[in-house]
C-alpha cells in the first residue's frame, strides 16, 4: 500500500494531539509528519499513544523555518498540510504581540509557500502527480471579532480582530486565501469556536476551572462572567476538519461550531456542579468563584453558525456541552491524580 504523506504542524499541542490518533487509526494509508517547537503549549506526553507507531513522524522545529521545512517536504515527499501551529493565548498576546506575528502570520507564510513550490510548476499548474495536494488551515472565529446578544458569525461574516491574536490568526487567513486566488493553491480554511476537551493547556479557562477547584484555590473569573462563547468538544472538531481536507471544495471556508453557547460563570458553576458529586467536599466548590479584573478588550460573545459544514458536508456536533463537559471533567480528574 503507497502511504500518502501529510504534514501536520502543532500537534504537540491540544487540538492537533487528539487529532493525531484519531486520524491515524482512520486512515491506515496516510502517514502524518509531525512538526511542533514544543513550546510552552506544545507536549509530547499527548501523542504518547502514537509515539511508536510507523506511520507518525516527530521532528522538532519552527514553521518560521524554511530550510526545515523544505527539507520536509524533500524528505517525506509531502502531499498535504493540515496546519494547526499557532501561537493561541490571547492574554499572552496582549502582552507579547510580537511573537504571534511571527509565528502565526509568517510561520504560516513559510509553510504554504514552500507547498506552492514543491505541489505547483507556475500559478495554476500543478506538477504532474500532485494535482490532489491540499493545504488545510485552521483559524479561528476570533477574527470576525464579537457579537452582540443575537447574530452568528457564518463564512461571509466580515474580519473585525480584536485582539493581537485575532488579528495574527486573521493575518494568515488572508495568505492563505491569496495563494488560493493568486496561485490556484488547493487550500481550505476552517475557522472554529471554543474548544475544551482532553490535553487542553491548564493555562486555558476550563483546565483552570478544574485545576483550581481541585486544589482548592480561588477560581478566577473575568470581569462579570457573562463573556459567551460556542463550546467545541474537540473530537467533534477533529472530525470536522477530517471531513473539510477530504471534501470541502477548494478555496473556501467552513465555519465548525458546537451550537453550545455558555457564559463563563455558567460553565464555572456546571463544572462545580460535577465536581461537587464526583469529589465532594464539605462545601460546595461554587464558593472558590471569584471575579477578577477583565482582559482587556475582552470580546463579549463569539457564537458560529454551523449550517455550512452541516448541510454541505453532513457534519454535526455529536456531543453538547453537558455531556462533552462530563468526559472532560473526568479526563482531568485521571490526569490531576496522575500528577499528584
Not at 471544495?249 to 458553576?269: F, P, Q, V, W
Amino acid at each position: 500500500m503507497n502511504k500518502k504523506h501529510v504534514l501536520v504542524t502543532g500537534c504537540a499541542g491540544f487540538i492537533g494531539s487528539n487529532f493525531v490518533p484519531y486520524f491515524l487509526e482512520k486512515y491506515p494509508d496516510y502517514h502524518l509528519v509531525n512538526l511542533d517547537l514544543l513550546t510552552y503549549a506544545g507536549n509530547l506526553d499527548n501523542l504518547v499513544e502514537v509515539q511508536n507507531s510507523e506511520r507518525y513522524t516527530f521532528v522538532q522545529g519552527d514553521i518560521c523555518d524554511r530550510t526545515l521545512v523544505e527539507s520536509i517536504f524533500e524528505d517525506y515527499n509531502i502531499q498535504g498540510v493540515i496546519h494547526f501551529a499557532a501561537e493561541s493565548h490571547v492574554d499572552n498576546s496582549i502582552k507579547n504581540p510580537g511573537v504571534f506575528i511571527e509565528t502565526n502570520v509568517n510561520g504560516t507564510f513559510t509553510l504554504i509557500d514552500v507547498a506552492y513550490k514543491n505541489w505547483m510548476e507556475k500559478p495554476f499548474v500543478h506538477l504532474e502527480g500532485y494535482e490532489e495536494c491540499r493545504f488545510h488551515h485552521i483559524s479561528t472565529d476570533e477574527v470576525y471579532g464579537t457579537l452582540g446578544a443575537t447574530g452568528l458569525f457564518t463564512e461571509m461574516t466580515s474580519y473585525a480582530p480584536n485582539s493581537p491574536y485575532s488579528a495574527s490568526k486573521a493575518g494568515s487567513d488572508m495568505i492563505v486565501r491569496a495563494y488560493h486566488h493568486t496561485y490556484g493553491m488547493n487550500t481550505v480554511i476552517t475557522n472554529c469556536s471554543n474548544n475544551y476537551g482532553p490535553k487542553q493547556h491548564d493555562e486555558k479557562l476550563i483546565p483552570t476551572i478544574i485545576r483550581k477547584a481541585l486544589s482548592h484555590q480561588k477560581i478566577p473569573i473575568y470581569g462579570d462572567g457573562k463573556n459567551i462563547r460556542d463550546w467545541l468538544y474537540v473530537l467533534d472538531h477533529c472530525k470536522g476538519i477530517d471531513l473539510v481536507f477530504h471534501e470541502g471544495n477548494s478555496g473556501e471556508t467552513y465555519n465548525i461550531g458546537g451550537r453550545n453557547e455558555r457564559d463563563n460563570l455558567y460553565i464555572a458553576h456546571k463544572i462545580c456542579e460535577i465536581l461537587d458529586t464526583l469529589k465532594p467536599k464539605k462545601t460546595s466548590y461554587k464558593e472558590l468563584i471569584t471575579f477578577v479584573e477583565d482582559r482587556a478588550g475582552h470580546d463579549r460573545r463569539y457564537a458560529i453558525d454551523a449550517t455550512k459544514i452541516e448541510t454541505k458536508l453532513g457534519w454535526e456536533a455529536e456531543e453538547n456541552f453537558e455531556s462533552g463537559i462530563l468526559k472532560t471533567i473526568i479526563w482531568y480528574l485521571e490526569k490531576y491524580k496522575l500528577e499528584a
